[in-house]
């Protein structure tokens, strides 16, 4: 007894002083005290006060009292009463022997305890466990093997038990009532009682089975559940679910004894309780069908509506229980209830017909119950693994499809519910649209990718106004956006910010209008933030490129809404170049303009191209053969050419050219050897340096 591997629990009695008090062991560890007239069984119990106790003792687990009344006997510390255990729990089911069956219970848990059959194991362990020893169960739940499959049969075995305690179902009890008193009190005493046993049952198991046997054996409890639910319906529901049950046990071939009900056989065998609601959506269906070519009676009108909300009690008993115990499904991958796919979409097919859902104002509401349950039901078995690209189509056509049912209705509450559970983002914007309801929108917002969805469906002012007045995601999205940024940040009165991002946005934009329309708005932004633009502002430069590209000699190459927007070499390259005019005087002082707006890794290249292309486009006139035979004074000799007009332009020493890059330009390939025309640039350029030098001191 004092094995480390037991388990006990203490308490504080009180009892009578001066009185003796004995312990009694009516089976292993379960104990009870006895003193004169008090009796405590155990655990939680209260001291209970007896007549003058003779003596005492223990038979078949029980603590046996025989006072001057009479025999008592009683229960010690245990979770069941094994006496009103069902037979397959106890052992005595006609497939055991007769030898166990006429055993006494703990003869019988023994004879169990030690057999091959895990399952009798698995069943001893949870006799044990329910009468409170629970180191003998967990000692003979070790002995089980396959815990999980064992498991599994064993839930399926208690919930399908048939009640031999009640003697209609005994071949040799009493004759019972005939089929049409039936027995329904005692039919839910029966489920409450499987309900009981199976939940003590679960709680035995949960920690030793896996995920996936717990989520089999939860939903087996989910059937109970659902079939005490039925049993209970109001009664304007039974005639329907009665009918229901005649035709499941039809289909099924089910025998039901002369001393039986069909409700009887029906709630006896719970695993096939979810029939029901295929032989419910046939009832529908056959209307439908009797009344293709007239309106339905107030009768069919009824019996759909009573079908319809049987299915809904059933499927409200459902979401119940597992809300309730979501932590047994943590790892279902699949749910019996996944077999009503094609039965659910054919009841809200059917109560979408308009000579059926403008009869009943309560039509919507089945409606939203069966959509709410199937659509769950679907994204259940996605994210348990069972998902590829079919799977997902099939899940968000039927999510269109239910939440369509409500948008064509107008019932804009129960379409954003289910658009916003199952984010179906199209069904959350029409919603949206229809309501214009902003807190709902806000709540929206805050969904993972429906701001990303949102700003693909919305340009200009409407993103914009969407982006003030909800801020957060999607504001973030737009700020960021390269067509709406700027936008918003005028509207947030950040115009300098704007201001760069047009710019930044301008210089992105190939198209030459584009570019100056943009630029003319940053530079209204930099205005109305209260400081106009300095001259060296990235916008003002911009801005001037495209003045010097309108001045382009090819007036194709101009700025148009279908030219593109030109650098500063593309506008030196068209102001300079001699394939297209004749060079004059006014294209390169825009080029030399131009150069001083390039950025400055480009200048030199520009620079030489700019002075390259002015001397090749003269050197060949008779002004500079009398300056190249006239060199000892070439100031005077170039005096009133291009090159001359251009140097006196220069108003800084950077604009000069550097003579001996010019001379071995690729334009003047052919002068490269000549001195005379090194010597005149240098003497002109060193000439206006030192004017230039001047102008600065």
């Not at 210089?507 to 300095?534: E, F, M, Q």
């Amino acid at each position: 007894m004092l094995n480390e591997t037991y388990e006990f629990d203490s308490k504080i009695i009180s009892l009578p002083q001066n009185h003796q008090a004995a312990v009694i062991l009516p089976y292993m560890t379960e104990s009870a005290i006895i003193s004169a007239s008090r009796l405590w069984l155990g655990e939680d119990c209260d001291v209970e006060k007896l007549d003058e106790i003779l003596t005492i003792g223990a038979f078949d687990g029980k603590v046996v009292v025989l006072t001057k009344r009479g025999l008592v006997m009683k229960n010690t510390m245990q979770k069941l009463n094994t006496e009103t255990l069902s037979e397959t729990m106890i052992g005595r089911s006609k497939s055991y022997t007769e030898e166990i069956s006429s055993m006494g219970s703990i003869e019988s848990m023994e004879q169990m305890a030690g057999s091959d059959n895990p399952k009798l194991r698995l069943q001893a362990a949870f006799l044990q466990f329910a009468r409170g020893n629970r180191n003998e169960a967990k000692g003979l739940l070790a002995t089980v093997g396959d815990i999980n499959s064992t498991a599994i049969q064993l839930s399926h075995d208690f919930i399908n038990e048939i009640p031999n305690h009640d003697p209609r179902w005994s071949e040799t009890g009493r004759a019972g009532p005939t089929a049409n008193s039936g027995k329904p009190l005692l039919i839910q005493k029966q489920l409450a009682e499987k309900i009981a046993t199976h939940g003590v049952f679960r709680s035995f198991v949960s920690s030793a089975v896996d995920g996936e046997a717990l989520g089999v054996i939860a939903q087996d409890a989910e059937k109970l559940a659902v079939a005490a639910a039925l049993r209970s319906s109001p009664a304007n529901l039974q005639t329907v679910i009665g009918h229901a049950i005649q035709s499941v046990l039809t289909t099924n071939g089910s025998r039901i004894p002369q001393r039986l009900t069909a409700q009887d056989v029906f709630f006896a065998k719970v695993t096939e309780v979810g029939d029901i609601v295929n032989a419910l959506s046939e009832f529908c269906e056959n209307i439908v069908n009797t009344t293709q070519q007239r309106q339905p009676t107030v009768q069919e009108l009824d019996l759909i509506h009573h079908s319809n909300q049987t299915i809904c009690t059933i499927l409200s008993v459902i979401i119940s229980f597992r809300q309730d115990n979501s932590d047994l499904y943590v790892e279902t991958s699949r749910l019996w209830t996944q077999l009503w796919l094609k039965t659910l979409l054919s009841v809200i097919a059917v109560s979408c017909m308009q000579k059926f859902d403008q009869q009943r104002s309560t039509v919507i509401e089945q409606l939203f119950c069966i959509s709410k349950f199937l659509l769950t039901d679907r994204l259940v078995h996605i994210k348990a693994g069972n998902s590829n690209a079919e799977v997902h189509k099939e899940f968000e056509s039927i999510r269109e499809k239910c939440i369509a049912i409500f948008t064509e209705r107008k019932r804009w509450n129960e379409a954003g519910f289910l658009a916003e559970q199952f984010q179906d983002f199209c069904g959350l914007l029409e919603v949206y649209q229809a309501t214009k309801n902003e807190k709902d929108f806000a709540r929206y917002l805050q969904i993972p990718e429906y701001p990303e969805f949102i700003k693909s469906k919305f340009i200009g002012k409407e993103l914009v106004d969407i982006a003030v007045n909800f801020g957060g995601k999607i504001a973030e999205l737009v700020r960021e956006d390269s067509d709406h940024g700027w936008m918003l940040m005028i509207r947030e009165n950040n115009f300098e910010q704007a201001g760069e991002r047009l710019v930044e946005q301008a210089k992105d934009d190939s198209n030459a209008y584009g570019r100056r329309t943009l630029i003319s708005l940053a530079k209204l932004a930099s205005i109305a933030g209260g400081a106009p633009p300095p001259d060296n502002t990235q916008a003002i430069k911009e801005e001037k490129l495209l003045d010097f590209q309108d001045t382009i000699p090819d007036v194709q190459h101009r700025v148009s809404n279908t030219s593109s927007a030109l650098d500063a070499y593309d506008i030196i390259d068209n102001l300079t170049g001699q394939n297209t005019h004749a060079l004059v005087i006014e294209d390169c002082k825009n080029a030399l303009n131009v150069y001083d707006l390039a950025e400055a890794t480009e200048r030199n290249e520009l620079n030489t191209l700019i002075w390259a292309r002015v001397i090749s486009s003269e050197i060949d006139s008779n002004a500079w053969k009398r300056a190249l035979d006239n060199a000892h004074q070439p100031l005077e000799a170039i005096e009133g050419t291009k090159l001359d007009q251009l140097l006196k332009f220069c108003t800084n020493a950077e604009q000069l050219p550097v003579t001996n890059e010019v001379i071995q330009h690729a334009e003047l390939r052919n002068y490269a050897d000549q001195p005379v025309l090194s010597y005149i640039l240098s003497a002109a350029i060193e000439s206006h340096a030192e004017r230039l030098d001047g102008m600065e001191s």
